[in-house]
């Protein structure tokens, strides 16, 4: 089993989840209007992808997970890294913060479709929401703990503080800024996803609504598949940009995969 290729392992589990779920329906003879055969299911997947019908739900929901997380991830570093420089700005916008993320996003999504209507706009906003108080977080709490020695060391020699942010507190803060990126992306689907219950014409979110209202199982779990494999190739895109960018750590890692093995 350790000869296997990575990929081998994920598909492995997966084939078993499969198998599992196909047993449980003969065994138990679960109806197929309460829970779909993994064999209707990739029927229903393998048809929407040839027709084009899922393909544009897809490209619907994709549009606004990447629109609201740039937009939220942005915000959140520009916001974390401006509180974590000033301790006057963060004791007057800190506080707020916290209460905008006490809030539950599903009772301000009613709000926000009022104040910018039904379209492309309101789902954008959603979405940035919802995933930007965990980078946020990550990128403030990432900058504090910078080295104070080292913080030291360099303003012995004159630093600037400008040189302080750049090349020592924003490396040290790159390990958690990518951690708070990695929860962002699934949050970024979730938002997306509660936007299209609430009001669209289009996306997987509205998709699963329609289809759960026709009691179209495959559909509905087809459409969850669809949501589940944006999600993992989110997480994968945001594992491998941080590996390009937080060069230093790629020794650390491959000796703590090594001795794992």
């Known amino acids: 089993m350790s000869r296997l290729p990575a990929f081998a392992y994920p598909l492995i589990s997966t084939l078993l989840l499969l198998l599992a779920w196909q047993l449980a329906i003969s065994l138990f003879g679960v109806p197929d209007y309460i829970l779909a055969s993994p064999r209707d299911v990739l029927l229903a ?10 393909l544009k739900h897809v490209w619907i929901t994709l549009g606004e997970v990447l629109g609201g997380f740039l937009c939220g991830s942005a915000l959140a570093l520009l916001l974390g890294a401006l509180l974590s420089e000033s301790t006057l700005f963060e004791r007057f916008c800190y506080p707020l913060l916290l209460a905008l993320q006490s809030a539950p996003k599903v009772a301000l999504a009613p709000l926000i479709l009022v104040w910018f209507g039904f379209e492309h706009t309101s789902k954008l906003i959603i979405v940035a929401l919802t995933c930007f108080f965990p980078l946020f ?11 104070p020695d080292l913080l030291d060391a360099c303003r012995a020699f004159s630093a600037s503080r400008a040189y302080l942010f750049f090349h020592v507190k924003l490396p040290a803060a790159a390990g958690d800024i990518f951690a708070g990126l990695q929860i962002a992306v699934s949050l970024a689907l979730i938002g997306a996803v509660v936007a299209e219950f609430l009001a669209a014409q289009g996306g997987l979110g509205f998709l699963v609504q329609a289809a759960s209202v026709n009691m179209n199982m495959p559909l509905m779990f087809a459409a969850v598949l669809l949501l589940a494999l944006l999600g993992v190739a989110g997480s994968q895109l945001v594992r491998w940009l941080e590996r390009r960018v937080i060069f230093w750590t790629r020794g650390s890692h491959a000796t703590t995969d090594s001795g794992d093995r």
Do not use: K, M
């Open 137 to 147: 977080v990550n990128t403030f709490s990432g900058i504090r703990r910078a080295d």
């Open 45 to 54: 997947l393998w048809q929407g992808v040839h027709q084009g019908d899922l």
